[in-house]
T-cell receptor, first 115, second 114 residues
């Protein structure tokens, strides 16, 4: 069965430091996509970054990058130069090609940025 | 601006009531989803739909049903609300068959069953 594991329930990071949020996934499908979402205290889910299983390069979007290690089945989110506004819940998610289109989420990591 | 709108932000209902949570999207997406979010459990899929009148059970469908009579609208129904259904409910939509497309979420409905 497909699964997403986020092992860090919570993290505290000093402002301006880089932070890595861990995500491992489990699937036997060769074609899949990995997403990261941010959920601030207001509750809305904000899409951050996407990585496809066949993408040769790691995805980057501004201060966000995805450290994709296919053999290890990991897709860690890296936030450079963290800001107070990065304090939020972060979810890693998996979708599968050639299957149903459902999206599987991890349990999330709550990130606290300290001033 | 693309949008997924949930009918209520906060809802309080009594045990045993029939509860309707409505979700509307304006992006002409085929796929729509209902998730439940609880602390420490992440987002768990209740039901999803590929098209009008189509529905598939997710991981926790017990106690819920859904309706999709029109493409833009996906309703979640709690047939007889119970206190263990107190939770945050999130609706989402996406395009089909393309793993490169993210899901768009509504603002969430925080349901309290008393």
């Amino acid at each position: 069965a497909q699964k997403i594991t986020q092992t860090q329930p919570g993290m505290f990071v000093q402002e301006k430091e880089a932070v890595t949020l861990d995500c491992t996934y489990d699937t036997s499908d060769p074609s899949y996509g990995l997403f990261w979402y941010k959920q601030p205290s207001s509750g809305e889910m904000i899409f951050l970054i996407y990585q496809g299983s066949y993408d040769q390069q790691n995805a980057t979007e501004g201060r966000y990058s995805l450290n994709f290690q296919k053999a290890r089945k990991s897709a860690n989110l890296v936030i450079s130069a963290s800001q107070l506004g990065d304090s939020a819940m972060y979810f890693c998610a998996l979708t599968l090609m050639n299957r149903d289109d459902k999206i599987i989420f991890g349990k999330g990591t709550r990130l606290h940025i300290l001033p | 601006d693309v949008k997924v709108t949930q009918s209520s932000r906060y809802l309080v209902k009594r045990t045993g009531e029939k509860v309707f949570l409505e979700c509307v999207q304006d992006m002409d997406h085929e796929n729509m989803f209902w998730y439940r979010q609880d602390p420490g459990l992440g987002l768990r899929l209740i039901y999803f739909s590929y098209d009008v009148k189509m529905k598939e059970k997710g991981d926790i469908p017990e106690g819920y049903s859904v309706s999709r009579e029109k493409k833009e609208r996906f309703s979640l129904i709690l047939e007889s609300a119970s206190t263990n259904q107190t939770s945050m409910y999130l609706c989402a939509s996406s395009l089909p068959g393309d793993i490169n497309t993210e899901a768009f979420f509504g603002q969430g409905t925080r349901l309290t069953v008393v």
